[in-house]
């Protein structure tokens, strides 16, 4: 166990930023970062699971760094749909219903389980023994494209990637979604701030920019085809096209539901839209009552490669599930 006081270099640091400071050089920021969330450190006497918390001058820490040990999760021999494979990284179209991680309720049957599994002992303790490898995540209703990391400078470099969101390189994530309703604009720009919502902490909500953890949000989103009768009155449904401009929790799904345009099947965010599938014609509304997972789809991820520098762009076409409802609103009108 060691012992840190705060200094005023320090004032206003994250903990994890802090820890990562004045512990040991090969301790890395992520594996810091995996011990504060497991409970090992202690602030001021009180143990803190919270990485982003906020250092004041004087803050004492008791920082245990428990042995290394193998990865929790074990292989499992669970198919991979392989987009894209090197030495370097591993480029996966995820299938709806796969948790990426394993976490509490989902012990096995992941996509780690999966890719240690595949990958062998290269992914072991890349990114914290939890989530070897992973550099971003789709929810587990989500689908489509994900890269992981197979070593430590490509997870660093995909990792400062994500963070810079395409600003300044070749990162682009566009995804597919089917949404209620059909905004009169072809192409527009949602931005706000998002941030915990009010009563229920798992949901996140578009929040005032003062508000503590608010985070700036941008999502460009493009109409690809509206489903309605054929004389354009009461259009239903949308196909829709967004690319992050800012990777937030749930940010596509907020957004969508913010502007009144939640996705179809989102019971989270558009619970109150589900009877809108009993006054549709068939085969649309079959297809939509059937439907039980908010339809989105990662359909393209850029980057540039780690080692080589190409840029890379993987595509996947949304899955049978989303096509069926796709097919099923374009026929109803026709």
Known sequence: MEEFIA??????????????AVTHEDISRNRIKAIIEDGHVQLNGETI?????KITVGDKA??????????????????LDVLYEDEDLIVIDKPAGLVVHPGAGNLNGTLVNAL????????SGIGGVKRPGIVHRLDKQTSGVMVVAKNDFAHRHLSSQFA??????????????????????????????????????????V???????ARHAVTHVQVIERYGPNDGTDQVASLVNCELETGRTHQIRVHMAHIGYPLI???????????????????AQSAANKFRRQSLHARLLAFKHPKTGEILTLESEPPQDMQEVMKAFSNSWN
């Open 62 to 79: 008791l920082f245990v760094v428990p042995e290394a040990g193998d990865p929790d999760p074990e292989a499992e021999d669970i198919p």
């Open 116 to 123: 240690i599994h595949h990958c062998g002992d290269t992914l």
């Open 265 to 283: 099947g989102d019971d989270v965010y558009g619970a109150g839209f589900r009877t809108k599938a009993n006054i549709l014609p068939e085969p």
């Open 207 to 213: 929040v005032n920019e003062k508000r503590p953890g």
């Open 7 to 20: 200094e005023d270099i320090h004032n206003g640091l994250r903990l994890d930023q802090w820890l990562s």
């Open 49 to 53: 699971k919270q990485p982003k918390k």
């Open 164 to 205: 810079d969101h395409g600003r300044t390189g070749a990162m682009r994530r566009v995804y597919t979604a089917i949404i209620w309703g059909a905004p009169q604009q072809q192409k527009l720009r949602i931005e706000n701030f998002l941030g915990r919502g009010d009563g229920d902490r798992t949901k996140q909500a």
